[in-house]
């Protein structure tokens, strides 16, 4: 099952953007479609910006136990792209951070030069998820390498396929409960898993998880500055303007903060993460 993106872009504030911007294009091979001296647009298909990198002068590294950004998640089409990326980093050293298998899916995880978590995964077939109810079964264990790499083609890695998207975001904020109702009663995410008592993963049509929230390092954190590195916003994609209005009733019924404009819903969730919800 193809899942649609939810996810559709992340907008990050760096403080160095000729940095990022050679770690995105050639470390993992995304295309840069636009760029000035501020700003860039990476893609994987050329057209389509996954990933907007904003430079500040005045930027000040993010706090690591702040609110905001655990990971982005870039989802690939196939296995086989997967392996291909692990023996890519084998064959450049490039240090990763660990490496998973979560029974839904197939994941490594690594870090930008500025410390923004990133994982790049593939998804196993959706026929064989495990569901208990209406919670899906997802666990931590080691990536079997060895198996993967049997996957990897002659070709080999040739930069982020054209078909790649962001999969999920994962968030670390400063509590559960109001960020759950916030999530679930405001922008209609269905809760798919409690893990522990610390995170909650939250999707749209039974995906195992479009969005994930942890409190691992940042429980009981102030917001993120207006001018700390790492993300400025995530923006999520909505079906039509219906799903569009459905979600300023719900907004305005928890009495949550929100402006609209152009087409866009503009919220912060109560971590005080940026959000822009658009058709």
Do not use: C
């Amino acid at each position: 099952m193809t899942q649609p993106s939810v996810i559709k872009q992340a907008v990050l504030t760096v403080q160095n953007l000729e940095r990022i911007v050679d770690f995105y294009e050639k470390v993992l091979g995304f295309k840069v479609i636009e760029r000035t001296n501020e700003k860039a647009s990476m893609s994987a298909d050329g057209e389509t910006a996954l990933l907007l990198l904003e430079q500040r002068k005045d930027a000040t590294p993010r706090n690591p136990r702040a609110a905001g950004l655990y990971h982005i998640a870039f989802l690939l089409p196939y296995r086989s792209d997967l392996a291909d990326i692990v023996q890519y980093f084998i064959q450049t050293r490039y240090p990763l951070q660990g490496a998973s298998d979560h029974h839904v899916s197939e994941a490594l995880y690594l870090a930008d030069p500025e410390g923004n978590g990133i994982e790049i995964y593939t998804d196993r077939d959706s026929e064989k998820w495990e569901w208990q109810g209406q919670q899906v079964y997802m666990t931590t264990e080691p990536l079997d390498v060895e198996n993967l790499l049997r996957e990897a083609t002659e070709a080999g890695w040739k930069g982020m396929p054209e078909k790649t998207i962001i999969g999920h975001i994962h968030l670390q904020v400063a509590e559960l409960q109001k960020t759950q109702e916030f999530y679930y009663d405001g922008l209609g995410f269905d809760l798919i898993l409690r893990y522990g008592s610390q995170a909650l993963f939250m999707s749209k049509n039974k995906y195992h998880h479009h969005i994930g929230l942890n409190t691992w390092n940042s429980r009981g954190v102030p917001a993120p500055s207006e001018n700390s590195t790492g993300l400025k916003y995530f923006t999520i994609g909505l079906p039509n303007n219906d799903e569009k209005e459905k979600i300023i009733q719900q907004l305005q019924k928890i009495n949550a903060s929100f402006s609209e404009g152009h087409g866009k819903i503009i919220t912060k969730d109560p971590s005080g993460i940026n959000i822009v919800l658009e058709v």
